[in-house]
Structures are given as C-alpha cells and as structure tokens.
C-alpha cells in the first residue's frame, strides 16, 4: 500500500472518479481520473452501530500491516476509516472497495480530522453506499464455472475455454477460433487450472502492453524507462516520476481502443503529472475521443465478472 501511496501523491495514477471518488471539494489533481477494477467484494468499512437498511454481504477483512486504522463517531455510524498523512496543505477524501481513506496534513489534528469527516459525511455515506450495492450487485452474478466451454473476456471479446487430459500441461490459443485450449494432467485442481489461464493473459498482456507502449511513447512524444505488470491493484495504470509505467493485465479483458486509452493516458503522465487541462491537451492530441473511452472504461468495468478473486 506504501507505493500506491506515492504513486497516488505523483499524481499518476489512472483511477475511476466514479469508484475511487474523491470528494467533491478536496481538489486533489491525483484523484481527478480514476479507473476501478472489478475487485472482490472483500471490505466494508461502514461498520454499523444500528443494522443497516440494507444487509452487508461482504465479510470485513482484516487491517493491513502499516495503515493507521480509525473510527469516528458520525451520526449513528462507527465510520472506520484509514488515515494517510501527507504534505498537502489540505484533507483529501477517498473512497474505494476499502472504504474511507483520509489524508491529512501532517501537522493536523485528529479532532480536526474528525471534524472535516462529519461535514462530508453526506458525501462520505453515499459513495459507500453505492459501493456497497455494487459490491451486492458483483456477489449476485454467478461465478464463472471453470469447466470446458467457458466463456472468458478476452480483447474486449469472448474466447472459449477448451480443457482436455494430456500428459502434461500446456497451453495453445488458437485466434482463428478463439479458442484457449488447456491440456491438464490428471487430477490437475480447478486452482491449477485459473492460476495457468492468468499466466496466459499475462503473457498476453507483456507483448500487448510493450507494442502499444512502443507504438504510443513516439506520438506521445515521450520515452518511458520501464514498465512492467499490476494485478493486485485496484488501479488500471500508473506512472512515476521515473517514468516507470505499470499497467494492468486485466486490461486484457477489454478492447484494444481501451488498452489504447490506458497507455496514451499513461505515456502522457510522463509530460504531466497530473491530470490538469495540460495533461488532458496531451492525451487528446494523441486519443483525440478520449471522453469516451474514459466513460467506456468504466462502465466495462463494472460489468465484468470476477475471474480471480
Ligand atoms: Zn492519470
């Protein structure tokens, strides 16, 4: 968590203003953009002291090394939440799959802290609550049956899992009928099986990710140092001050133009450092419909089915 921290303070970070919302009034340049990814349904931080309307279906996890866990008192709620503190001269407002987090000027009090959550609780209240209705509406799709002939997300399309015995294991996609065909030796466990399609999709997405990088950096007018793969994230794309870009291999379950977006968005972080009209100039200059893949991105996200919890 320690490194989204600072990617989030370089401002390069590729999140959805819908799902990892930034209050309204807390002008954090970082937070302005922001892409989810369908995560799962793991926390609820809206730990209530009276039962909810509406019942929690997710369990709560347990903290994390290192993160300064709190609570408040607001309303009839025990709002917990995770404090950050930060140079920025003001409290910046958070709220994700892992609920609330703060970030606080180093020198600002925790009653002060406490203070500017009950007057955003409105806001505060609301996003948790959507999330939590997205988190239900996720829980409700059926899982997906890892079993022969089913359907993955796969360039903004579907391929078909093939699974047959063989002695031993190996992998073949063959894209003229997009088909992914698993050879499993026998008694080959159902984890063995999702964890060898996600090294697919992760070899995929390297060769994917370094052509558009490579096809992109130029127009962009920027050279990258780096980039490798996230996956744990709840972030599509990132970007240091080194110009080391990270991108999400569950992009490759969305079409090229959207992996496109990413990248561009990405490239031009290393112009911009944040997401101000300059940044925005630069993205469009190169992905001139970039609204709407922005718009698009999101909404995929939401729809997709959760692969690998
Ligand atoms: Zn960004």
Not at 222 to 229: C, E, G, H, M, T
């Amino acid at each position: 968590m320690q490194a989204h921290a600072a990617l989030q303070a370089e401002g390069g970070a590729l999140r959805t203003p819908d799902e990892r919302s930034a209050a309204p009034s807390s002008p954090s340049p970082s937070t302005a953009s922001a892409f989810p990814i369908p995560a799962p349904a793991t926390v609820n931080l809206l730990r209530p002291t009276v039962p909810l309307k509406r019942p929690d279906p997710s369990p709560v996890t347990p903290p994390q090394d290192g993160e300064d866990r709190r609570q408040v008192l607001v309303g009839s709620f025990i709002l917990e939440y995770v404090l950050r503190r930060s140079p920025r001269r003001s409290i910046g407002f958070m709220v994700d799959d892992n609920g609330l987090r703060v970030t606080a000027p180093k020198r600002c009090s925790l009653a002060d802290i406490e203070n500017a959550i009950r007057a955003k609780q409105n806001w505060i209240l609301t996003k948790l609550d959507e999330r939590r209705e997205r988190r239900a509406a996720r829980l409700d799709k059926p899982p997906l049956e890892w079993k022969d002939g089913a359907k993955l997300p796969y360039l903004g399309s579907e391929i078909t899992l093939r699974l047959y015995h063989a002695p031993r294991n190996r992998t073949d996609f063959n894209p003229a009928t997009n088909e992914l065909a698993m050879g499993l030796v026998q008694g080959a466990t159902e984890l063995l099986l999702k964890e060898r399609v996600k090294n697919w999709y992760k070899q995929q997405a390297e060769g994917l990710f370094a052509q558009r990088l490579d096809l992109y950096a130029p127009r962009v007018g920027v050279q990258y140092a780096s980039f490798s793969l996230s996956s744990a994230d709840s972030r599509w794309g990132s970007c240091t001050v080194q110009r080391v870009i990270r991108l999400n291999w569950k992009l490759m379950y969305f079409s090229l133009p959207l992996i496109d977006y990413v990248v561009a968005h990405e490239l031009a972080h290393i112009h911009e450092m944040n997401h101000s009209p300059r940044f925005w100039a630069h993205v469009e200059r190169v992905y001139p419909q970039y609204e709407e893949a922005k718009q698009l991105l999101r909404r995929r996200s939401q729809e997709l089915p959760v692969l690998f919890p």
